[in-house]
């Protein structure tokens, strides 16, 4: 026969179980005595309290009625009189209201005081309602006829409330006796269930005791040797076959296991210890990143505040790179970072810091004695550009670099660190601006034309956005007949407290911050609702510039922009400079046969400058070509250059291309130029680029003196 065991679990399920009988059977049996208390208590509350507070105003009022059959019965004028019997009025309907609502309190019982009460109250109504009733008669009333009787009834009245009132605490004192009996036995029977509950309670405890918690701290002692290092411990109740016993025989297996989990904390540690070499350096490198930078930053900043020292901070970007990764990969790339990482570190001595901030952005931190950190600084940044412009040879490729340097010092340009970075930043900006492969010390003046800068790029931004560059518009004359040709549109911006803004200051910069594009789209727009009344015989001439060229869309949105004005194409020249043929003749070609397709014609900008290109004019079919106005300008003084112009213009008739002259200002250059059949010219001599009514003027001069002629 086996015997059978509980679990510690069935075990102390069946101790609760025990004990929360107890206590629900507790609580059962003062809830229910606290029901009859409660209802005990709701009955004096309800009843006797309300039914106390009630005849209370009863007499009251009973009283105050008698006063008012007083009042009357003293009153000297008949105003008197009337003002008594309506205070007796309005008592005795107050008196009626509280008998009622003490009659409800008792509804369902008979109750003698009751009674009496009302029949004497009815009796004492009943008098003087009689008494009233009889006609006035002052000395009666003064001798007191009558009042007698009333006192007596109102005396018997009076009695019989106090009777009821008597009768109500009788009956109070006895709801609340039975009240305290109850609560009384409750009690004794709480004290009785709760002996027995505390009773179980210390049985279950010294049971707990026994079978759980000394077993537990046992477990628990080998647990702490373990912890301790003790790799042998005995661990106890593993003989057990409950809960205890699987405990033990899991604690014997982490003892096994715990050298192993020893050996991986070690691991974990070690790794964690890589983790923070890695936070502090360029993982492809091996450079100090920008964060271990501004920390040794903010130390050598400390250093010069107490005057120890100075430092110089260089900032080092490279020129270009970015096709270097583009057209090699970014493996080849990353090979070329890490030659230019190990020569900076080359050329800089070993007390220098050599940071890599990202991307191909260093830094080298340079401290020293004062007074001769300038000199080191030029001497570092001249040695780091000289290194990096030395070619680099990976495999088989081969190439050249250059950078350029911004270098800020401390404490002349600034005692916290992003002051300075920010300086070294500037001072670098400046260097690729001026040319690139230099470096450049911060001066104050960077920083206010970069503000000036972003101050201008803000407001043209702003300008570009609410349409407050306006066309102007310069004429184009037919050098064959005089006539006007047309009109090259011009943007002019005039900022409200930076004045007129010149087109080679805002065109080049509306190009690099990226709005180029709305820039022309909106002077276009509205230069062609503005001369869309001069008639078919005028032309507007446009500017494209390189950037939007490259984009293949750019002649649908020409298109587009032509249609929702209805500007006839035919009458439209695009302007584009040989530029911008350069980077994608694909893509041009395509751009510029599809608005040639249109009617749009396309002319060719500055030809004689940069490149002029007899290829450009074989491959794309332009249906004019305008002559550089620095070659026209020079037509007055310099002989050389009229020849050259002649040539061009001899050119250019033999291939069948329209030829236009800018520059023009004086009347001899025009003779030349026409004499030598140069077909469209533009200059001051016409006039300047002017505003839309101007030109209407114009116009309409023009006109009205060929009419005249």
């Known amino acids: 026969m086996t015997s059978f065991r509980f679990t510690l679990q069935a075990q102390l399920a069946l101790f609760i179980g025990a004990f929360l009988a107890i206590v629900l059977g507790l609580a059962l049996l003062s809830t229910q005595s606290l029901r009859v208390v409660e209802g005990k208590t709701e009955a004096l509350a309800s009843k006797w309290i309300d039914g106390t507070r009630i005849l209370g105003e009863l007499t009251d009022r009973i009283s105050e009625f008698r006063i008012a059959e007083t009042y009357r019965v003293l009153a000297e004028t008949d105003e008197e009189r009337i003002t008594a019997e309506q205070r007796a009025a309005e008592h005795r309907v107050v008196i009626e209201e509280l008998r009622h609502d003490y009659e409800l309190l008792f509804d369902a019982e008979r109750r003698l005081d009751l009674a009496e009460f009302r029949d004497a109250l009815a009796a004492y109504f009943a008098a003087h309602d009689a008494w009233m009733a009889r006609e006035p008669d002052v000395a009666a009333i003064r001798a007191g006829h009558g009042v007698k009787a009333l006192h007596g009834l109102y005396r018997a009245t009076d009695e019989a409330a106090d009777a009821a009132m ?165 493996r080849f790339g990353d090979a070329v970072l890490c030659e230019v990482a190990r020569r900076l570190r080359e050329v800089s001595r070993k007390s220098d810091i050599v940071a890599r901030l990202g991307g191909d952005e260093f830094a080298i931190l340079i401290e020293m004695t004062p007074g001769a950190h300038m000199d080191q600084a030029t001497s570092v940044a001249g040695r780091a550009l000289a290194a990096i412009a030395e070619p680099i040879e990976i495999g088989d490729r081969r190439v050249e670099l250059s950078a350029s340097v911004g270098v800020s010092l401390c404490p002349e340009d600034g005692l916290d660190v992003s002051t300075l970075l920010r300086a070294a930043d500037i001072a670098m900006y400046h260097a690729k601006r001026d040319g690139r492969g230099l470096f450049r010390f911060f001066e104050q003046s960077m920083d206010e034309e970069l503000r000036r800068r972003a101050e201008l790029e803000s407001a043209l931004k702003k300008a570009v956005a609410v349409g407050d560059i306006r066309p102007f518009y310069q004429p184009l004359v037919d050098l064959r007949d005089n006539r006007i040709y047309g009109f090259e549109v011009l943007s002019r911006w005039t900022h409200e407290k930076l004045g007129a803004i010149p087109p080679d200051v805002f065109i080049p910069l509306a190009e690099q911050i990226g709005v180029i594009a709305d820039l022309t789209w909106s002077v276009v727009r509205r230069a062609c609702r503005e001369t869309l009344q001069w008639g078919a015989q005028v032309r507007l001439s446009v500017n494209v510039s390189p950037m939007q060229l490259k984009d293949p869309l750019l002649a649908s949105r020409l298109l587009s922009t032509l249609e929702d004005e209805k500007f006839p194409p035919a009458r439209l020249d695009v302007e584009i400079t040989e530029s911008a043929l350069i980077d994608d003749v694909d893509t041009a070609r395509a751009t510029l046969a599809a608005l040639q397709a249109k009617g749009v014609c396309i002319s060719l900008d500055d030809f004689g400058a940069g490149y002029s290109s007899l290829y450009h004019l074989r491959a794309f079919h332009f249906d004019k070509v305008k002559i550089d106005r620095s070659f026209v300008l020079a037509m007055q003084h310099d002989e050389e250059s009229g020849r050259i112009v002649d040539a061009i213009l001899s050119l250019l008739k033999h291939l069948g291309v329209t030829t236009v002259a800018e520059g023009i200002e004086t009347a001899q250059v025009l003779r030349r130029l026409a004499e030598n059949g140069c077909e469209i010219g533009q200059g001051f001599y016409f006039g300047k680029a002017m505003p839309i009514a101007e030109a209407s003027k114009l116009l309409r001069r023009r006109r009205a003196d060929r009419r005249v002629a």
């Open 166 to 330: 008597d009768r109500l605490e009788w009956s109070a004192r006895a709801e609340a006796e039975t009240a305290a009996r109850v609560t009384e036995g409750a009690m004794k029977t709480t004290l009785l269930a709760s002996a027995l509950a505390v009773a179980l309670a210390i049985w279950l405890l010294f049971r707990v005791r026994d079978r759980i918690t000394r077993p537990l701290a046992a477990i628990t002692a080998a647990l702490a040797e373990l912890a301790a290092g003790n790799r042998y411990v005995e661990v106890p109740e593993m003989e057990r076959d409950d809960e205890i016993g699987a405990m033990a025989k899991a604690l014997d297996v982490f003892r096994a296991n715990a050298q192993a989990l020893e050996r991986a904390h070690e691991a974990t540690r070690a790794a964690q210890e890589h983790a923070q070499i890695l936070a502090r350096q360029d993982s492809l490198t091996g450079l100090p990143n920008r964060r271990m930078l501004v920390a040794d930053l903010h130390a050598a900043i400390e250093r010069v505040e107490d005057g120890a020292a100075a430092c110089a901070l260089l900032i080092v970007d490279l020129d270009r790179f970015k096709p270097i990764n583009d057209l090699e990969g970014h």
